[in-house]
């Protein structure tokens, strides 16, 4: 698609860019913005990239009441051979217009978006960090601006792309986490909108993760919401168990997100001849495996930290070592393979790579 | 608490009034609102009364992503021998707090913000509309301004209280409402957010709510998210059913709103010695007393229509009449005496109405 009708204001003076130390995750923001709006008699129109900055709403916005959000998140990385590229981000595109569809959101053009995304990107490149494990985060979301308090689906929306350049997120090298079993808060359940990538599911989870975080653990694992047994996700990314030799993760239950890291995972471990299941697990049988010495790895997947091992685990009473406490060896190869594919350093079997410039 | 240090900065030009008859719910705002800001090193600081307007935020406002705010709704009425008088708004504070605890939003001063809610409303008195069932409906609430990335309780707040003059809720007299049961779709599970009052509750029922519409129904029934089988609200109200000379509803399970119409009800009922129970109530057991012909009345609670009588019910393959598709005794004889007790023609025994002015 061509973007010659993709409307660019210029920021006049460009902002003083962070030094790589100081990135952490989404504090910085680049200099441009993509923005388009909605309304039911236009559809989507007016697709612009603005200097990035303030937007401004009226108080009875419908987002602030009932919520009718949600966004996606994937990464840009430099790399020596190709340019600037991005993984896998169809699948980003896709699986907004799945939430839109749960929130009663109108679908977006998909083609249209990305081309956008990766119009934003070659204008802001500066703005891609270089050093190790860093990359810049990009953030679409979609927000219902109507100015009315009635529960209904909005006749307004906007949708804004930002990006956000971000350290790495292993500053001392890939380490494994503490994780608490939770089983009094409940993040999603069948029917509800965990399956979707909206901000109320973000909202339910936090008061949990502080109590963890007091407790001392660094991520809280989230049972299901109807018998509070069967395994979902760890914080915000998918989960994966080797249990005597075998990979497992929880089957896509509808009220657990379909993680495009995880899908690249099961993939990649198919290809290594890896026997992986998607199916139930609940916390039980995973404590069960343990006692007989069969659990022998536990991680988890998502865009931010790609595989992030699972040292302990902690449920009711119970407290459990996973792989010595180290990273596993299959965690291990995961890490180091995807990242190597999605900052060109490796080869890509896959085609997940895709060139921006 | 004297309001000496409560800032008013006042409208240039006032806005046009709307015709009673144009009121509708929630599209109108008055010339100002009240707005506070929290921080964590200041706590919540800048209490003032501005102009209504438009308000600025970095896009990547955490409200926007990860959707930490809680609201409330309550209304002011225009008395003969009272002048301005608010239903039980202490109960709506006290509930803020509640909701702001399982949102992770830090506690609010519930005296401060409601007699800066008394000053707003004294302010914009003439915005009270006069017509019969008509009323000043006021909508505080709470978003997360910080602007970062990162699924965590927010260090920056924003409280706002806006002001809508609605017209009456039935304009052609209160009347039946027809009702799906929707058994597919879930709004809350306990150990989730059902009891607050935050946006992702509404965003996980506007898809259902449409579904319901589409099949010519006007309301949703909410069964439980663990058995799909206790009934929990309808729409956004709360619900009661009178059966066999019992009037009973769901109990405070944990995933329903502890509603103040439910409970004014609840006190009203008992005074006048009808016999009340809160408890689990299956949608089986429901339509079985209706296949008795001891299913008398159903109704929902709420602020926006204090009584919504429902006339039909349909779950699965059955759809039943209740009360011959009229308006219930008892729930008239309700709505009479809270919309008397509300608009000050009725005496006032449990203490409920609070003057403003
Ligand atoms: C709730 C949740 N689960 C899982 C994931 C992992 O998804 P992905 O691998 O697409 O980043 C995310 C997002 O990163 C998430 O927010
Ligand atoms: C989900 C829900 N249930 C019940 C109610 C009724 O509560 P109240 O009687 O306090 O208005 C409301 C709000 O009006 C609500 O949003």
């Given at each position: 698609m061509s973007h010659s009708n993709l409307k660019f204001i210029q920021r006049e003076q460009l902002k003083v860019k962070p030094k790589a130390s100081e990135l952490g995750f989404g504090k910085y923001f680049t200099d441009h913005m993509f923005v388009m709006d909605y309304s039911?008699?236009?559809?989507?129109?007016?697709g612009r990239i603005v200097p990035y900055g303030p937007i401004s709403l009226d108080p009875s916005a419908m987002v602030f009441h009932y919520g009718q959000e949600v966004f996606e998140g994937m990464k840009a990385y430099k790399t020596e051979k190709e340019g600037i590229v991005l993984f896998r981000p169809n699948m980003n595109v896709k699986r907004m217009n799945d939430s839109c569809d749960r929130l009663s959101i109108p679908q977006i053009d998909t083609e249209y978006v990305l081309s956008a995304i990766k119009e934003l990107i070659k204008i802001d490149q500066e703005w891609i960090p270089e050093g190790d494990g860093t990359s810049l985060y990009i953030r679409p979301f979609i927000i219902a601006t109507e100015p009315c308090l009635g529960v209904r689906a909005a006749k307004q929306y906007q949708l804004l792309v930002i990006m956000s350049p971000v350290g790495s997120?292993?500053?001392?090298g890939i380490h494994p986490v503490s994780i608490y079993v939770e089983d009094?808060?409940?993040?999603a359940v069948r029917g509800g909108t965990g399956a979707a990538k909206t901000s109320g599911n973000y909202a339910a989870g936090i008061k949990a993760q502080e109590v963890a975080k007091d407790l001392g653990y660094s991520q809280v694992l989230w049972l299901d919401g109807?018998?509070?047994k069967y395994i979902e996700e760890v914080g915000s990314m998918n989960v994966f168990f080797k249990v005597n030799g075998e990979v497992i993760t929880p089957e896509?239950?509808?009220?657990i997100l379909a993680g495009i890291t995880r899908d690249s995972v099961i993939a990649m471990l198919r290809s290594w001849g890896v026997p992986v299941t998607e199916r139930k697990i609940s916390v039980e049988e995973l404590f069960d495996a343990h006692q007989k010495g069969q659990l022998e790895e536990a991680f988890g997947t998502g865009t931010a930290a790609v595989i992030s091992p699972i040292g302990s685990m902690k449920w009711e009473e119970q407290q459990i070592e996973i792989a010595g406490g180290e990273i596993g060896e299959c965690a291990h190869k995961l890490y180091d393979s995807i990242t190597g594919i999605q900052r060109g350093t490796l080869d890509d079997p896959f085609g997940w790579r895709q060139v921006v410039k």
């Open positions: 039911t008699e236009q559809g989507w129109y007016d997120y292993y500053k001392e009094h808060y409940v993040r109807v018998e509070n896509l239950s509808g009220s």
